[in-house]
């Protein structure tokens, strides 16, 4: 009698052990794969500049004081980058601030230049 108990007690520590065994690898498995999905893609990262690209031209249009016609925007991971010119200094310094006031924009480096008068 005391055998069979025995083998009933190691028996439910065997299924125990199965069990925990099995939790842990489906759980290792979920993580493995959330951390696949959380990578971003080369197609969602494009799509995410892009989209950083327009949010920092749509607030150069919007700023006051500032001409845009010959300003071009770049983003890449957060970092934004101004290109072409302006017609006067005042100009170069309210685009940057526009810029670094954008959601998701980390950095802004300014190539903006003067254009001279009738240009």
């Known amino acids: 009698m005391k055998a069979f108990q025995a083998i009933k007690v190691i028996g439910g520590a065997l299924i125990v052990v199965a ?13 493995a794969s959330g951390a696949m999905s959380a990578a971003p893609t080369a197609k969602s990262t494009k799509a995410a500049n892009r989209a950083l690209q327009r949010s920092v031209r749509k ?19 957060g970092a934004v980058t101004l290109e072409g010119s302006v017609p006067e200094q005042p100009q170069v310094d309210l685009a940057t601030q526009a810029a670094q006031g954008v959601a998701g924009v980390t ?3 300014n190539a903006l ?7």
């Open 113 to 119: 230049t003067i254009r001279a008068i009738g240009q």
């Open 19 to 31: 069990s925990l065994n099995a939790y842990a690898q489906s759980s290792d498995a979920t993580a």
């Open 107 to 109: 950095s802004v480096k």
């Open 59 to 77: 607030a150069l249009s919007k700023t006051k004081g500032l001409s845009v016609t010959n300003i071009t925007v770049r983003a890449r991971s």
